[in-house]
């Protein structure tokens, strides 16, 4: 699909960077080796009261000074707004390594920003929203929701374009995204049909700001995820996204399914449908999968929504296995509540891992770090 396949507002384009690992945990689970205690448990609520953190993501080594972020920050989005109306926050929030949180970006009105959040070495920000006007979805076709885009945001926290595709970004949900610098590859899921779609995009240096990226091709590389309203949770479908670019696989965390996908030849395979192989399915352990990453050892970590499969004696949890499908072992990040566990993160630098979950329920982000 070419570039005018898609609706554009203003110009501009998106990317997120891969960290290294660090010697110590590249052979360790990360699970076991966290403190009892974050270092740090930060408010992600902003000034206008929007509440439900969703996506989390840090500003990697190299991003171009000048503007609102510095390396090392962690960028929290918010879906739902100070009434806590789901699909209607609109802010996105910077929590530097000091913990003191600070305001990044204010959209407009009713975004719903969700978990596809990816900052890029070029200089941008990428936030996919679901809009909701009256914060409830009901079936057969998803009403009271809207379609949803992706957007463009610079260093100065200011938008920039908006991308639109009703078939390819039908509400984006979460990415992952494997950055070139002057060119990327982001992999979006979309929560109200089912699909995922990698977007092939170049770059410029947002130092330079007449230049604007574009997208190079988009190809569907996922399809027929389950998908579905949720009296709880709003909508449930594929969200997140882990990529493994040594393997070339892309591992997606189907909701409604309660199960992870892996996608073979996910950064050069054509147009293809279905959902891939089955790589871990644990009804013991998997209670509607929504946040996934990629740990320094090689395994994943998956954190439970609680939609699909909830069990109120094992709430919010983080849940690691191996890319080989065995569990490895679980933590809650709220052990009070169900549902409040959604967006994480990982970032190794200068000798330290330093780990980023969200609790949607007390609307924090935990930090933990790991020398």
């Known amino acids: 699909m070419n570039r005018s396949s898609f609706s ?23 699970i076991p080796n966290l403190p009892a205690v974050p270092l740090q448990s930060v408010s992600t609520v902003p000034g206008n009261g929007d ?8 500003v990697p080594p190299g991003f171009p000074g000048g503007g609102s972020l510095a390396p090392g920050d962690i960028l929290v989005s918010n879906f739902n707004n100070s009434a806590n109306a789901q699909g209607t926050g609109t802010t996105i929030v910077r929590i530097p390594p000091g913990g003191v ?8 009105k009713g975004l719903g920003l969700t978990t596809a959040l990816a900052v890029l070495k070029a200089g941008f920000v990428l936030v996919g929203n679901l809009p909701s006007p ?18 463009i945001i610079d260093k100065h926290g200011k938008q920039v374009a908006t991308l639109i595709n009703s078939a390819l970004l039908d509400g984006p949900w979460d990415l992952a995204v494997l950055d070139r ?15 995922v779609t990698r977007l092939d995009l170049i770059l410029p240096d947002n130092d330079y700001g007449s230049q604007t990226p574009y997208v190079r091709s988009a190809t569907q590389i996922g399809s ?97 296995f191996t890319a080989s499908g065995h569990f ?10 169900t549902g409040g566990a959604f967006g994480l993160t990982v970032n190794v630098s200068g000798g330290a891992t330093r780990f980023a979950a969200v609790d949607d329920v007390l609307n924090v982000l935990d930090i933990w770090t790991i020398h």
């Open 8 to 30: 554009w507002i203003s110009g501009a384009l998106l990317v997120c960077g891969s960290s290294a690992f660090a010697a110590d945990l590249e052979h360790q689970p990360l």
């Open 51 to 58: 509440i439900n953190p969703y996506g989390v993501a840090f």
């Open 101 to 108: 949180q600070l305001p990044f970006f204010h959209g407009g």
């Open 134 to 151: 009256t914060g409830m979805c009901t079936d057969p076709v998803h009403q009271g929701v809207g379609q949803g885009s992706l957007l």
């Open 181 to 195: 610098g002057d060119e990327a590859l982001v992999f979006v899921s979309s929560v109200l049909n089912g699909v």
């Open 224 to 320: 027929t995820y389950t998908h579905r309203c949720d009296p709880a949770a709003l909508v449930v479908g594929p969200t997140g996204l882990a990529l493994d670019t040594d393997h070339d696989l892309l591992y997606v965390a189907s909701t409604a399914d309660n199960a992870i996908y892996a996608i073979d030849n996910a950064a050069t395979i054509g147009m293809h449908s279905g959902r891939g192989r089955v790589v871990y399915r644990d009804n013991e352990h998997l209670r509607g999968p929504v946040g996934l990453m990629l740990a320094p050892n090689g395994d994943l970590v998956a954190t439970n929504g609680d939609a699909v499969n909830a069990d109120p004696t094992q709430p919010s949890e983080m849940v690691e």
């Open 328 to 337: 490895v072992a679980q933590r809650s990040v709220n052990a009070s509540a």
